[in-house]
């Protein structure tokens, strides 16, 4: 992260990569726990720390999973 003499934050190349791969893990963990029945609001809560707490292995095997399920993105699972 970088703060510009203006207080503007920008996120570094490595920092940006970082907020993609939450995001995208959010994303993945919200919609799916929303297709099987979650209340939405707890879906979000839950999925911000799931998208923490599991590896990059165990992310990847999850969404290759869920994407030969149909569910790989927030529109297909709506």
Not at 55 to 60: G, K, M
Request: aromatic letters at 8%; hydrophobic letters at 35%; proline letters at 3%.
């Amino acid at each position: 992260m970088n703060i510009g003499d203006n207080h503007e934050i920008t996120l570094t190349p490595k920092g940006r990569k970082l907020a993609e791969t939450m995001y995208e893990r959010h994303l993945l963990f919200s919609d799916v726990l929303s297709y099987l029945g979650v209340e939405r609001q707890v879906a979000l809560k839950d999925a911000c720390r799931m998208e923490h707490a599991i590896s990059a292995e165990s992310f990847q095997v999850l969404k290759s999973y869920f994407l030969r399920k149909g569910l790989d993105t927030p529109e297909s699972v709506e």
